[in-house]
């Protein structure tokens, strides 16, 4: 439990899928393991240390929430069965959901198609893989993604693929845009109005796509989607250190801004592509209630 | 000659600027350290040597053409002589446009505004830095500007003349326009029907400012104006060596492109700053008339 | 019953939210003081007199149909208890919708920030009011809001409050749009495809905000949503006195014309804000059936 | 059956609620002239013959999934008298459909406005008509609709109801369109995200419509929407026969390309007009869900 | 000439085109009436005191300059009547501009159209009575021009010439803008890059123009181009007495802002009538070329 | 002179450039051929009967005033001359603009690309078999353009050079622009603002060019330049017999209109071609200025 928080903390178990499962993973064991005597109590507790590693994930959010909701008042035994079978519910329906996504998404990309994509979105990755193993004669431009560069980790994985890939530089988007034919990303959060919350440099994609009149779609599995968004919470974007960008000292001691995430607006999407299929960003509401009905909206956790 | 021809292939001296005052400082001691006895064909070979470094560059082009045009026929004292007085003016000229560029856009800051800026433009930050030591209160937004990171240099000259600097990646740039006032960029080229060229990425962060309602400016001497676009050629737009991205074998012998400018619609520029004021791009062609008169469309260069 | 009545129509009462409140309110008095015999009856003609003084006001509607509903073939006293009770309920949710909307939207205004609002919403004050008293340090532009000057009630609301306001005339809306960061106004009444009905010049204010890139919140309890405009019709915008613009004879007898509302299209609104949550407009449709079911839409009411 | 499928496959029924309602009634008398001994297993033949006379055709698809699905393991009889009672429902539905389209249109026509259709919607003209007969003073554009020309049809039926009507080519959409009050056309399908599949030609009208502030409507009776959509797929747009267009031998042999259909994004669509009211083409979605559930996106249909 | 001074300074003479022929007239009757012995430096002193009652209006700059520049050096009789001539051509020429430009916009006014105006311009209203009198069919639709209602003016004067005319409050812009065919305004001041400074409110009627496909027109005499903008200045858009929009203690003593004009972009405007002709607005740099001369931009005029 | 004004109103010589030289050349041979005794007030007279035939041609405006201006007072066999020599010229230099348009337009046609074109003009087709002949690799998608079918002359011109060539509908245009990467089209006039008139449909094809970020490239000579659109006139668009899009009686007896010409706006034009190099739309008034000068907005021709 502890070992895991920590790899969230550190960023070492990093991105919304990963966290989630992470999360669903660690409370399974917590249950599995658990030899106290509170086990509800000592839940809250883990619960809270998990929370408290990246509190502003919405996946870290929605794993918890949906493998300790309504638990108060259980005995201990039961809840802890419970906890372990919704755990092992969440992790399968995550990874079916990735499935369900690429094979969904797949669909929309068509032969001698030019699909651009931004960071490492393990979803949209899924979309164009399948697209290729079904066949499919493809080419992906990939931006480097900076601060962190995880577009080398995604043209890496492309290559070893077997699909042609390109890389660029962030600048570069809309120079290409005119030889793209759809961009796929993923999502990090998606916020109740429609609004999508990805890697830095996602929105400025979406809005050279707009102008170009190039499809964007956005591959999210339905638990990025935020029901805290549903009443009025923002979806909280980190800074992080800045030395991922540069090192202040080299840069005259300028002061650095390293933002993880942006939001792209709902009328740029075309579409999102969720394990409940394709719909548009505009749907978002349907999904959070069909997840988590209307009462999440002010309900307070009872682990919190 | 040869050294400075060799400067410019090898990108020791770079930058529209610098190019074509390279060219003009080569050619005045061309002429003022002739000792042949055919200064016109000689002339016309270190024309075409210089010419060749960077046959894209229309500042290039444009300072050749200006101190070299109609010499045909000339005895060769008086063509030697002309080329010198040409020459000095040129450069006379090119240094009272970046001043006077930037006493004309320091007057469009205004206090408590904050400026966003790319790569590194030296008749932008002449406009920062002059609307700086007029007192007034401001503060810059530098992009890192890859795959060449230009921006560092940006950040660590304006913090030395004392402007509070803010460094971002390039992907980050629609996230902060809501906090820009406005965008100051410079100019490689200019087109007849007021296209802008400039450094890769130069096109998104106009767009990113014409969607939110931000002034973007272009500070460019009148040299930049490409008169050979009147006649229909295209700018021709360089993709340099890859490894200025990153090397192949780090992400999977993808492809990488690294086109060096891209190109901007008139349409999302609200003033190009030239040494005649500030115009609309789509004045363009009244600056390349002014200059070159409308035959250059045609013509052929004698020296090449 | 008739007082009431007599002052929606002469519009002592006037406003969406206080003309549903004030139906609720006389049809729970019509029923506790019911003394005669055909109380289905008299209650039909109660309600057409009622819905008669201002029949193109959706929340009137609303409010009646909320709590007459599906009383044919019931006891007179059975139908009594059930009016009394249902009036009742709808004046508490009501209640709740305001407090509800504000807690939300107030989470959407964040410290530091200025918000333009338009007449004189009491669902659009809650936010900012609450907002204020959650400690956020905020500014409020009001507009003046011609005819009726609205806007100055609500200026003396929020000083009275200790908001910090600033009032402008209609007119200068879009010169202070680059000030503003988040615009909040009210709604009389939304159509199922998400079109925004409220005072004249709310849509030239989404405009401005919409090509600003400002977000825009219309607050609006769930009741102001027009189940009949999914059968097709259209609300109907009312001209009201002229002479509330100017005396004629003060222009020359020219013809004056005012109009009390206009249309706002979703996809200049960024979010409603309901006591079911923030939802895009594009949402309407699932509001309207959650509440009313699809049947609304051809029915007949008994009573009309 | 084999009769209804030739003429839908030799075009002489055409579209989608023709082919639709064709199907609907040819699976109704298969089943009451059915005299073998394997109902089942000859009704997903018929199936199977039917829907291969226009695979592309999402109406044909919806009216055939709606009429046997879930037969499995039902008793031939029983199946029988199901497909029996099930093909009239469809067939009066569908009937019924454009009546309900006819009467919610008709109430956004207002008196004295013009309004533009395109090539030969029942639906779209359904609205129109009945909106005339309400004694509505109304005009229409009608486009011609190359390569058809179901335009004369469209101008021949309203003339015969008393509708002025004008007819102009298709090029001239945007030259008239600051005539026109409301476009209202119908469509081929509709996919979950929202886009309509409708006559080529549709989405230029809708992107001039949109440009002009002129609303755009949708006449679509709800089995248009494809469920397969949800799950990823295109809707295949058909091209036909050259010849419609011009022989080829007259125009040099040049290629002609023939597109059917074109697809409308959301963004330009008002309303779509469906027998369950006037919705946003962004509640595609709900009306996907509403008919057919979710399960409808990955499940594999019986008789295929 | 103080008291025309003092008249512009306390508004009784306001309106760029008034307040540049006062100025002329001024300068006229100075240099007639002069008895002194330093008629230069006095007519120096003369031009400060004018410029300075309003500073920031550019015809007024205009005005001046047009008819002492280049006076240094010159003897004082000859000075006094090269003032005296250049004056009344002032004069001439202004009153022939309005003249002109009623001409020329009259023909864009077509039989049966609709025209919405703003504020009180007498270039828009010369162009509109003249259409009248040429015996076209026109309505006008004019907005009351809030803070100082000079709406009122406008609708007198149109009536008492016999036009139609209609006042609206200047938030129903957008509800009205369907019926409009035509906007004309007038103008206060134009930019280089063809940035209009209009009346408060000019920029929003532009907007609503453009987004419904409404041409915009601009009528300006050529006096009313800035030269100054070209060499970066901004036109300063002066913001007057609060009490011309509400005593503060009226509105719970919230802070009250009255700007005066504001700044339409070009790409909102189709032409700018001048007596030169109808141009687009990018053309502004021409007009103030032909007018002044590329080095009116740095020279400091002898007077001040 | 009879046979050619004849022939231009019964429509044997059609489009704007082929009118202006049979314009040209019918004035060329009517003064060769002149043997009475008042050739001025003969030419009048000529010169009136040619315009009359057209008297909305622009060009045929523009070919007359070219030859016969200023010619009042002179001598009979000056005249005469002057007419014969000036004929000459503008046909010369009307062929010689087509050649210099196709040289400057090829240049921007790359390797590779796919144009749009619409209608028939010469200049449009010059640019692309210029590029075809300088060994490009193109393909053309030429338009029927409905209701003469110019795009089938179009098709098989480009076909017998030996250029790709696909034709389509009208109404496909949009379906079509993903493909497409440049548009080049011709030009009927050219009014000062930068608006161009060409073949109905042309500006709905420009609308979804810009839409697609595709450029929309206009070819026109410079005489296609209307000078009277200056002092306010507008173009006016003819509607032409309705039999040329269908009989009456084939549809209901519905009203047909049939207007030319449709008006594009400057904001969708990339770039107009001219012999004088490629310009902004927003440079029509300089064109226009440099051609004719300021004074022909006002002045009255003497020989109408």
Request: hydrophobic share 40%; proline share 3%; glycine share 6%.
């Amino acid at each position: 439990m502890l070992a895991v928080a920590e790899k969230i903390r550190n960023m070492e178990i990093r991105g919304a899928a990963r966290i989630a499962r992470a999360a669903a993973e660690a409370l399974e064991n917590f249950a599995k393991n658990y030899d106290g005597t509170d086990f509800i109590g000592d839940l809250g507790l883990a619960c809270r240390a998990l929370y408290g590693t990246r509190p502003t994930a919405v996946s870290l959010w929605n794993a918890i929430h949906s493998i300790v909701h309504d638990l108060e008042g259980m005995e201990n035994e039961e809840a802890r069965a419970v906890v372990i079978k919704r755990a092992k519910e969440f992790t399968e329906r995550s990874e079916m959901a990735v499935e369900r996504i690429g094979e969904i998404g797949a669909k929309r990309i068509f032969d001698g198609c030019t699909i651009l994509t931004h960071c490492n979105s393990s979803a949209a990755l899924a979309t164009i893989i399948r697209a290729h193993k079904d066949g499919k004669n493809i080419e992906v431009i990939a931006t480097e993604s900076r601060p962190k560069r995880q577009g080398y980790i995604t043209a890496r994985q492309l290559m070893s693929e077997g699909v042609r890939t390109t890389l660029i530089v962030d600048s570069a988007v809309r120079y290409f845009m005119k030889e793209v034919d759809l961009v796929f990303v993923g999502a990090d959060a998606i916020a109740s109005n429609g609004v999508v919350i990805n890697k830095i440099g996602t929105s400025q994609i979406a809005l050279c796509a707009h102008e170009a009149r190039v499809p964007f779609y956005v591959c999210a599995e339905s638990y990025k989607f935020s029901p805290k968004t549903l009443g009025g919470e923002y979806i909280k974007i980190e800074e992080r250190d800045v030395k991922e960008v540069v090192d202040p000292a080299d840069v005259g001691n300028a002061r650095i801004r390293n933002p993880v995430f942006d939001a792209t607006p709902p009328e740029y999407i075309d579409g999102i592509i969720t394990e409940y299929g394709i719909i548009s960003p505009y749907a978002a509401y349907e999904i959070i209630i069909h997840q988590f009905g209307q009462k999440i909206m002010f309900e307070k956790e009872w682990w919190l």
